[in-house]
């Protein structure tokens, strides 16, 4: 979806701020065995369906600089100052779904449950 949004729109979630979860698998004999990641972002999509792909990697822009940045800095008066902008655009963009959730999206993942399809 990243790669080609337009190829790969949700119409009935048009004009949208939807909630992802991105689980990444571990596969043995094509098999899947466990899960290796978890990330929940939320996301816009255009007046199409199609993913606001500028959006997702100006989040990703800021949680590297805020990774990478100090986040404090003296001013002219020697007063500290935190500059938050990177890390409200980060949180803007995620959401902590609750431990009876996250399971059942891990067993869905790793075949355990059915999965209702868009």
Not at 23 to 36: G, K, S
């Amino acid at each position: 979806m990243l790669g080609h949004p337009d190829s790969h729109r949700l119409p009935a979630f048009a004009g949208q701020r939807v909630r992802i979860a991105n689980l990444t698998i571990e596969l043995a004999n094509r098999i899947p065995t466990r899960v290796v990641h978890q990330d929940f972002m939320i996301v816009t999509l255009d007046a199409n369906g199609a993913l606001d792909v500028g959006q997702i990697m100006e989040r990703a822009s800021s949680r590297g600089e805020a990774i990478l940045s100090g986040n404090a800095r003296n001013d002219a008066r020697g007063t500290k100052v935190v500059d938050a902008t990177a890390r409200f655009k980060v949180q803007g963009g995620q959401w902590a779904p609750s431990p009876t959730l996250v399971r059942a999206l891990s067993e869905t993942a790793l075949g355990l449950r059915p999965c209702p399809r868009i």
